[in-house]
Structures are given as structure tokens and as C-alpha cells.
């Protein structure tokens, strides 16, 4: 085995701006235009807020904390911190003044950078509650302001501290896991975990410094953190960073990227835009693009199976020029890869991308394992797996947890398992195995060719009161493929059928209503009316063909509040929070079971 060519992020920053000092790194829109700012501008920047730092009494081992979304001074931040020897502890903008407030004094962070204003407002009259909080630095403001980002990095450029190399061992961040109940988990992730995972990506994938991303996944989530940030950053790549989720689209095609790194939910959207886009289209278009999607997806099956068709390669030649070159415009042109990661991407929708001409590589990992654990990659992808173990890692599938004879607990080993939850022994005992396996929470297969399949999540997975187990998330997913549908989620713990808690897509539901002549003018009333119960009725039977028969929600609530992150119905990193949404609609799911008993409806 090879040695690494990165033992600590420290090794990532200094080839990184020895190689590509005069490339593209980091593309902002600002004033309606981007401006990008290059490798080497980006190290000047670290080393001068280094010395910044270290004016403030940074050293080896303290904790520098961030409240930020994706901009290149979170970046700087980070690699300042990691060659100083200090760990970085990044948190969002859209997370709680409680849960910052926890997660500072948790961390005993020395320094917090704030990305507005009003958030350094609310830091400061939380300060009295944080001893070991000494400075609050803006991110706003001028370098004539002692409080601020400016003044940080012209003090370090009088005075500038040297690079410090940590070991590989040491602590380089704090991410605290958003977890859907309780206080946040800090994950402690080495620079070796951190490095040896970007070493991975870099046997895996042909990535090189003319790939550009869109950057949108938040930095403080370890999917964007280590394999966007620091895995492109070591390959000469470049990044725009996103104005914002309801961007995207916008900034595809203005960024124009080559690789896209994002989450089930994004793509679903795209699937369901491109998908309601296509309805309204001329039947001749629809057709072209029909035709166009079969003629992919027979000509991948052949290659599957290690064959060929002239005929079908002419035709695909012709829809890919004509139908899917313009589909992919829309996305700015030059899009080849896609990695989805941080949940299981539903088939349907992998595929569908794949068949525009856009590859799918789908991973698998948690903040626990640095991320990546599992990938597909060139030469090496089943659509539907989450691939095979990366490079110096490996998996074991534990099925004491279940007792099923092929499905069971997904164990990871290797150079990526995290150092531990800070400051929680009972908790690490938990997860980790007497042999340092972590053991992840998730439910899969692992097949004869090494390839993972998820299946579920323990936690996630419960009992119907006939006991049968009922495993939600490829139900939910099935279901958020109807274009009538925007969330979802199962409920049946211990009841005797699944309801479904369903977010309408408002904008398809009223097209809808409108072509059938029903009053939109109130949405309580329209959700009650039997027109679009029975819509529902029909979506859910359509898009749960896969389910078996207790698995199908037998009645439904509909919902015209959304789940989100305001809400406090999603986790940051968009994971569904069921206790909170139950906590919610709770009383309404009783009700559906109540009629239901009364009707003496029985499970099916």
C-alpha cells in the first residue's frame, strides 16, 4: 500500500498553493457579477489571519468556532485555524441561540467568527453564559473596527505566525452532529481522518483542476466540508458558492460547473422540476424526450451486460444532441458528474439523471466517519448501491442487531472512523466495537461484488402492531416522486396501519384544482374536499407500488405547513425531526385512527 500523500490538512493547504497558486479557487457573486479569487490570493489570506490569531492568543489545541454559511471567509478561517494546530468548530446561521450557546460552551471555544451583524448582536448578549469565550470577530466591517475579519488580517500581516505542522493524530474539528432529539453530538475528526479521506477521493475519482463546482451544501455539514471543500481544494478545482438554495438553478447556468455534490432532496427537486417542465410541454417534445429517456436506459442495460447496439448509439447520439444537450444547458453546460451522498438517492430519480447524460455517483457515510465510507466510481457503480468501501476502509454487515440472514447493522472500520463524541464516554461506548468498528445506526446488504446497499435506519425502522417491521425512508421517497407531493412522512409505531403525514405541492395541487373548477381561494377547504382526497388516494397507491401491503399508508393527513429547518421540523442538514413533526400533527394522525376504528377498518 502506497503511503498518503496527505497526512493532515496542513499537507492539503501547503501543495494546494504551491500547485495552483494562480488558478480560480473561490467564484462570489457580488453587484450582480462573480468575481473569483485565486489559490494563491486564498493562502495570502490564510496566513495573514493566521497572524491574526495568534495576536489574539490562538495556539495548538484551542477551539475557534464559526456561525456561517459557505463564503470564502469560513474557508479561511479554517485552514488559519488548522495551521496554528487549532481545531475548527463551525455551526449554522439557521441553528437556535440555545444550541450555539451549547455548543460553544461544550467546545470551550476560545474565538467565534459571526457572519452578520445581528448574529455577533445575539453572541454578545449570550457572552456572559460562555467563560471560555473571549472574542467575537465579525465578519462584517473594517479593518479600522477592532472586532472584525479586516482588522484580523491586517494585523497578521504585520505580524505574521509561522505555519504549524500538527500530527496527523491531532484534533483538527469539532462538527456536532445535529441529531433529531437531544443536545448535539461533537464528532472529533483527526487531520489524519480528515486527509485520508480526501486521499481517498483522489484514488477513486477523476477529478483534476479544470472541474468547477456549484457550492451549496453548507461547509458546517462534513459532506460539504470534506469532500467539496478540502477534497477539491487538494485537486486545483475551483468552487462558486451559491447565493443561496432558492438560487440554484440560477447559478448553474451562470457558474457553469462540471461536478455537482449534493443531497437526495436537491435532486429530487430537479427531477420534479424537469418533470412538471416536461408536462407542460408540446406532445412532440414530450415524446422526443420520452423516447430519448428509453433509448438511454436500453443502451445502459446493454453496457450493463458488457454489449453494444449501433443503432441504439445513433439514437442516443441524436436525442442527446437535440433533447438532453439542451436539458443540461439549463444546469450550465457542462455538468458530468453528480455525487450524492448524506442519504439514499431514490432509483428512480439516480437513473433519470444519469439517463440525461449526467453520471450519478453515489457514497455513503455519516459525520462519524469523515464522511465517505462507501462509493460508486468509475468502472465501479451499480445504481441503487452506495458502492464499495473507499480506498483504506472497510465494512461489516452485523446482524445480531437484526436477525435477518442478509440484512443487518453497517460497521465501519478504518483510517476514517472519527476520534470520538467529545467529552461523552456512555456515548462512545455505544457506537464503537471492541475491535474500533463504529457502528453506524444504518441497516444494509452487502452483496458477492463488495457493493452496500442501504435499507434503512435502526432507529428509524419500528414495529406495526401485528409486528411487522416497517422501514419508512423508501416509502417517504417513493411517495415525494408524485408531483402532487413536496414531504412526507410514515407514521405507525405500534398502531395498526401506516398513515402518511403529506406537504401538497401547492403549485401542482392548484393547476390541478383549477382545470377541475374547484374554489383554490382557501387551502384548509380545498385539502378537505373529496376531489383531492381521492387525488392523494390515487398518488399514494401509484407511487407505492414497490411497498408491500402493510407498508402502504392506509389513510393520510394533508399538511400546508411545510417541513423545514425554521420550523424546527428538519435537522440542519435536512434530516426529518418525526418527533417534532408528531408533536405537531399528532393529535390530527390520533384522529385518522380513531375514524378508522370506528369504521372498524382493518390493517391490510
Known amino acids: 500500500m502506497t503511503s498518503p500523500k496527505f497526512e493532515t490538512l496542513v499537507d492539503v493547504f501547503l501543495q494546494s498553493i504551491a500547485s495552483f497558486g494562480p488558478r480560480p479557487l473561490f467564484g462570489e457573486k457580488k453587484n450582480g457579477q462573480w468575481t473569483w479569487m485565486t489559490y494563491i490570493q486564498f493562502g495570502q489570506m490564510v496566513d495573514d489571519l493566521r497572524g491574526g490569531l495568534a495576536q489574539l492568543g490562538v495556539t495548538h489545541g484551542d477551539r475557534v468556532a464559526v456561525i456561517a454559511n459557505n463564503r470564502h471567509e469560513w474557508a479561511v478561517g479554517a485552514y488559519a485555524c488548522y495551521t496554528l494546530g487549532a481545531a475548527y468548530v463551525p455551526m449554522y446561521e439557521a441553528q437556535l441561540d440555545k444550541e450555539w450557546a451549547y455548543i460553544l460552551n461544550d467546545c470551550g471555544a476560545k474565538v467565534v467568527f459571526a457572519a452578520t451583524d445581528a448574529i455577533a448582536a445575539k453572541l454578545k448578549a449570550l457572552k456572559p453564559e460562555l467563560p471560555a469565550l473571549e472574542h467575537i470577530i465579525r465578519f462584517t466591517g473594517t479593518a479600522t473596527e477592532p472586532d472584525t475579519f479586516a482588522c484580523l488580517l491586517r494585523r497578521g500581516a504585520d505580524t505574521p505566525s509561522p505555519v504549524t505542522q500538527p500530527k496527523a493524530a491531532d484534533l483538527a474539528g469539532l462538527i456536532y452532529t445535529s441529531g433529531t432529539t437531544g443536545n448535539p453530538k461533537g464528532v472529533m475528526l483527526s487531520h489524519s481522518n480528515l486527509a485520508r479521506n480526501v486521499q481517498a477521493m483522489h484514488e477513486l475519482f477523476p477529478m483534476n483542476k479544470e472541474d468547477r463546482s456549484l457550492s451549496f451544501l453548507p461547509w458546517a455539514h462534513s459532506f460539504g466540508q470534506n469532500v467539496e471543500l478540502n477534497g477539491l481544494f487538494s485537486m486545483g478545482a475551483s468552487m462558486g458558492i451559491a447565493e443561496g438554495v432558492d438560487k440554484i438553478v440560477d447559478n448553474l447556468a451562470e457558474v457553469q460547473p462540471t461536478l455537482l455534490f449534493s443531497v437526495p432532496r436537491i435532486f429530487n427537486r430537479i427531477y420534479d422540476g424537469l418533470q412538471k417542465r416536461m408536462a407542460a410541454e408540446k406532445p412532440i417534445k414530450r415524446m422526443l424526450f420520452n423516447r430519448g429517456l428509453e433509448v438511454a436506459k436500453q443502451r445502459k442495460a446493454l453496457s450493463d451486460k458488457g454489449q453494444s447496439s449501433v443503432l441504439l448509439d445513433l439514437q442516443h447520439g441524436f436525442f442527446d444532441k437535440v433533447v438532453f444537450s439542451k436539458v443540461r444547458a439549463r444546469f450550465g453546460g457542462r455538468l458530468k458528474y453528480a455525487f450524492s451522498g448524506a442519504a439514499a438517492i431514490s432509483r428512480e430519480v439516480a437513473e433519470f439523471i444519469d439517463n440525461l447524460g449526467i453520471t450519478v455517483y453515489e457514497g455513503y457515510g455519516l459525520t462519524e466517519t469523515s464522511p465517505i465510507a462507501t462509493a460508486n466510481y468509475p468502472n465501479n457503480r451499480k445504481i441503487g448501491s452506495v458502492g464499495k468501501a473507499v480506498p483504506g476502509t472497510r465494512v461489516v454487515i452485523d446482524r445480531s442487531e437484526t436477525g435477518d440472514p442478509k440484512q443487518g447493522e453497517i460497521v465501519v472500520y478504518g483510517h476514517n472512523v472519527m476520534m470520538g463524541y467529545y467529552n461523552l464516554p456512555d456515548e462512545n461506548a455505544k457506537v464503537f466495537t471492541a475491535d474500533s468498528g463504529f457502528k453506524t445506526g444504518d441497516m444494509g446488504v452487502l452483496d458477492d461484488d463488495g457493493y452496500v446497499w442501504i435499507t434503512g435506519r435502526i432507529k428509524e425502522q419500528y414495529k406495526l402492531e401485528n409486528g411487522k417491521y416497517v422501514v419508512p425512508v423508501p416509502i417517504e421517497q417513493g411517495l415525494q416522486l408524485s408531483p402532487f407531493i413536496t414531504n412526507v412522512m410514515l407514521h405507525g409505531q405500534n398502531k ?73 421540523m428538519l435537522t440542519p442538514s435536512l434530516k426529518l425531526k418525526r418527533r417534532n413533526v408528531l408533536k405537531k400533527f399528532g393529535e390530527a394522525v390520533d384522529a385518522l385512527y380513531a375514524e378508522a376504528e370506528k369504521s372498524g377498518e382493518r390493517a391490510a
Open 496 to 568: 395498526p396501519f401506516n398513515v402518511a403525514i403529506i406537504v401538497p405541492d401547492m403549485e401542482s395541487l392548484k393547476k390541478w384544482a383549477t382545470e377541475k373548477g374547484l374554489d383554490i381561494s382557501s387551502i384548509p377547504e380545498l385539502l378537505k374536499r373529496e376531489e383531492v382526497q381521492q387525488l392523494y388516494r390515487e398518488q399514494i397507491n401509484q407511487f407505492c407500488k414497490e411497498a408491500k401491503g402493510y407498508e402502504k399508508p392506509q389513510r393520510f393527513l394533508l399538511i400546508s405547513e411545510d417541513f423545514t429547518t425554521a420550523n424546527d
